[in-house]
């Protein structure tokens, strides 16, 4: 399976000559459909409302509601936040250093709100008890996508969660094969098609290990294998482009995502736990007072209190 838009389905589809006209009034006119009705939509292109249906059906859906609450979705958000900034070249040759720095964080921010857009309530839901169920979580991805997963493991360790990245070169299969029943696996791939990332999770599928995806929008492979999928912002070509700015940035917050709410389950608990081992294995000293600590006055979070 390719990876693919709605809309690019929606022209490499093979429709009749009527239903190829209807599409192509549907890609044109774009989200200005949400205020017509499936008659209306009929009426300008001289067909049955019926041959709405059978195209959303030829698509995959259930009807044409169904798809076009799909296809209203995925040009809303192909349509917002990046207006203003190009994730592929943020910058030009001829930018000085601080307006280099007002680019790059102005990506930053738009990558976070654009990520956030995505973010859909059961799909996380469902990745959150996926991980609180596990007995142990294996994060498997390639290259960036390994080491920016790494500080998420580290965290969750911190908090007692078994997390395990490979750290070896060809022991992915092991892991893979190796995992257990009570295992969780987090797959990462951009495009949902890395044959390495894959292979994966085939062999985890045939352990019956759940999977979580961090993914790309659109119909992938990966996202198939998946239990629940997180998607990535997807604005960046695979290789013509300065770095991979956004695809970074919307991991890490997808992961800090995971690791907060899976660290919200049992508040108090956790922070107690981060505050305890922290007194006792961090001996920094500074000479700010935002970053210090007062032993006198540590606050000792309970049940009765909590931070705004």
């Given amino acids: 399976?390719?990876?693919?838009?709605?809309?690019?389905?929606?022209?490499?589809?093979?429709?009749?000559?009527?239903?190829?006209?209807?599409?192509?009034?549907?890609?044109?006119?774009?989200?200005?459909?949400?205020?017509?009705?499936?008659?209306?939509?009929?009426?300008?292109?001289?067909?049955?409302?019926?041959?709405?249906?059978?195209?959303?059906?030829?698509?995959?859906?259930?009807?044409?509601?169904?798809?076009?609450?799909?296809?209203?979705?995925?040009?809303?958000?192909?349509?917002?936040?990046?207006?203003?900034?190009?994730?592929?070249?943020?910058?030009?040759?001829?930018?000085?250093?601080m307006t280099i720095a007002n680019k790059i964080a102005s990506l930053e921010r738009t990558t976070i709100d654009d990520t956030l857009s995505l973010l859909n309530h059961d799909e996380l839901q469902k990745a959150k008890q996926l991980l609180l169920n596990a007995k142990q979580i294996k994060i498997f991805g390639s290259n960036a996508n390994l080491l920016i997963s790494q500080d998420f493991a580290l965290k969750m360790r911190r908090i007692k969660k078994n997390v395990v990245t490979s750290q070896t070169l060809g022991e992915d299969t092991y892991e893979a094969y190796n995992s257990q029943a009570d295992t969780c696996a987090i797959l990462i791939s951009y495009t949902g098609e890395n044959n390495f990332i894959l292979q994966l999770a085939r062999i985890l599928r045939k352990q019956n290990i759940p999977v979580i995806a961090?993914?790309?929008?659109?119909?992938?492979?990966?996202?198939?294998?998946?239990q629940a999928v997180l998607r990535i912002t997807t604005r960046e070509r695979l290789y013509s482009k300065i770095a991979n700015f956004t695809i970074n940035s919307s991991i890490c917050y997808l992961l800090d995502v995971l690791y907060s709410c899976v660290f919200a389950e049992d508040y108090q608990k956790n922070l107690n736990h981060l505050i305890e081992i922290g007194e006792l294995a961090d001996k920094r000293k500074t000479s700010s007072e935002i970053m210090a600590e007062s032993p006198e006055s540590m606050i000792r979070f309970t049940e009765s209190f909590r931070p705004n």
């Fill in 214 to 226: 961090l993914t790309s929008i659109g119909e992938n492979t990966l996202a198939s294998y998946s």
């Fill in 1 to 97: 399976m390719l990876i693919m838009l709605l809309s690019e389905k929606m022209k490499q589809t093979d429709f009749s000559n009527a239903e190829t006209a209807l599409v192509t009034y549907i890609l044109e006119k774009g989200t200005a459909i949400e205020s017509m009705t499936i008659k209306e939509i009929a009426e300008a292109n001289f067909v049955h409302p019926s041959t709405l249906i059978r195209v959303a059906k030829k698509l995959g859906y259930k009807g044409w509601l169904e798809l076009r609450t799909e296809f209203l979705a995925e040009q809303t958000y192909l349509q917002t936040y990046f207006e203003d900034v190009d994730a592929n070249f943020p910058f030009q040759t001829n930018d000085g250093i």
